[in-house]
């Protein structure tokens, strides 16, 4: 199956943002996990395009919806008013990124993803995940910093 090339993106080839370094920026744009969370999406696009036809509504559709609904929950999730609100949606992308995780592992053993594709994945989404669990210990009560970075 042909794939159509999307650029490979990867966390540390981003644009500095307003707000480096703060957890609740002026806007979910300027969230550097939200950017990493876009970029995986783009990277997933790319790989299960070359997934077999008949994965079309099985495989590839949860591993797009899975990987969309990570950024997708970090916005909306910024856009609540309290804390605990954005937490909730902040839990709901971490389950998302692990749903994720798991269907890539699965692509892996089918062989419909590349060993280094399917490990450079994993990598992105466990850097990811590293920034998701800070972002949300930044919202418990009693942090210390409640802008630690994100």
Known sequence: ??????????MSARLETKNEGCPMAESYRDLRVWQGAVD??????TETQGFPKQELYGLVSQMRRAAISIPSNFAEGKGRLTD???????YQARGSLLELETQILIAQKLRYIADPSANSLIKRSEELGRMLNALIQSLKPGEKSRHSAA
């Open 40 to 45: 995986l999406v783009l990277n997933i696009y």
């Open 84 to 90: 605990r609100d954005r937490a909730h949606f902040f």
């Open 1 to 10: 199956m042909r794939r159509t090339h999307l650029p490979d993106v990867t």
